[in-house]
């Protein structure tokens, strides 16, 4: 049988066994540390600061490093409530601003500054009022860019020595007072409709311009075409003219033919109603005169169906 000292025995070992692979099992715990991607850890060695840890497996010193909540090392967007701004013409404006910055050195950002997102909500809202206070509305409305510009380099200077790199700052909205918003879009509908009613007056001007031209070019193409007919009508009849000349040339016609075409036209001129006098040319008189001496007999002919002197009587 086993003794009461050696059972007690055996269980002062058992548990002692079980409390040191505990300890060793916490002991191997606490010396590894496996630090995500984009994080960074901030290791203190008996209170002070060691070593940053960097993403991967990392073997610490149990009990001694300590390390502190990981720092988020990717580029953070904030972005901070409305505040109220004060311009140069005393006009209260509300701002919305939203703040692109990277943490680029976890010990300053860990040391150097207690809580490095609530500095730099300060830090935007005091440099805003400052920039702004320096322009009146007018000015704040259309200097976007360049109130981000100011702020952004302020801003980056101020955070360089807590880590931090300030990328962009840009403006949300900015809100002018309700009595403000109405007399701006009072001027923007005035403005508006003068834009429109020139627009109106340049189309109406352009179409009139339009139309003269169109007529312009209408009557100089009708003008050249009456112009070319005009050419072309009058080189017909020269041709034509020129045609009957070298045909009666060729024909060489006898003064009874001539006054034959004479009498002929005679007709053309006696038409209309307003021919009171019409003029014969002489060559119609000298054709008139060979046709009657065709038809009248020349001394000496005698008549037809008779024969020798009348004188002549049968015995």
């Known amino acids: 049988m086993i003794s009461i000292d050696g059972f007690i025995t055996q ?18 715990i606490r010396a590894i540390r496996i630090i995500p991607q ?12 060691h070593r940053t840890l960097t993403p991967g497996l990392n073997i610490l010193v149990p009990f001694i490093d300590r390390v502190r909540p990981l720092v988020d090392m990717r580029e953070q967007v904030v972005s901070f409530p409305p505040q109220p701004v004060i311009t140069e013409d005393n006009l209260v404006v509300s701002i919305d601003t939203v703040v692109y910055f990277q ?4 010990r300053a950002a860990t040391y150097e500054i207690n809580n490095y997102l609530g500095a730099v909500e300060q830090l935007t809202t005091t440099t805003l009022r400052n920039v702004v206070g320096g322009l009146n509305l007018e000015e704040a409305l259309t200097s976007r860019d360049n ?16 880590g931090i790199r300030v990328s962009r700052v840009e403006l949300k909205a900015i809100d002018p007072p309700l009595s403000i918003q109405d007399s701006m879009e009072k001027q923007m509908r005035a403005e508006r409709d ?10 109406t001007k352009q179409s009139a311009i339009l139309e003269a031209e169109g007529a312009r070019q209408g009557e100089i193409l009708r003008a050249e075409g009456d112009a070319k007919a005009a050419v072309l009508r009058a080189q017909g009849e020269a041709e034509a003219i020129l045609t009957v000349f070298d045909a009666i040339h060729k024909g060489d016609p ?3 033919l001539l006054g034959y075409q004479y009498l002929q036209m005679l007709p053309q001129l006696a038409e209309g109603a307003s021919n009171k006098l019409w003029i014969i040319p002489s060559e119609l008189t000298e054709a008139l005169k060979g046709i009657g001496n065709a038809f009248t007999p020349k001394p000496g002919d005698r008549s037809p169906g008779t024969s020798g002197s009348p004188t002549d009587l049968p015995g």
């Open 194 to 203: 003068r834009r429109a009613a020139i627009l109106t007056a340049e189309g």
């Open 38 to 49: 984009a994080y960074a850890g901030v290791v203190e060695r008996l209170g002070r600061y």
């Open 103 to 106: 943490v680029t050195d976890a």
């Open 11 to 28: 269980i002062f070992i058992i548990v002692l066994l079980v409390v040191v692979g505990i300890f060793v099992l916490v002991t191997l």
């Open 147 to 162: 109130i981000n510009g100011q702020l952004r380099i302020v801003l980056d200077e101020a955070t360089g020595k807590w």
């Open 254 to 256: 006898d003064p009874k």
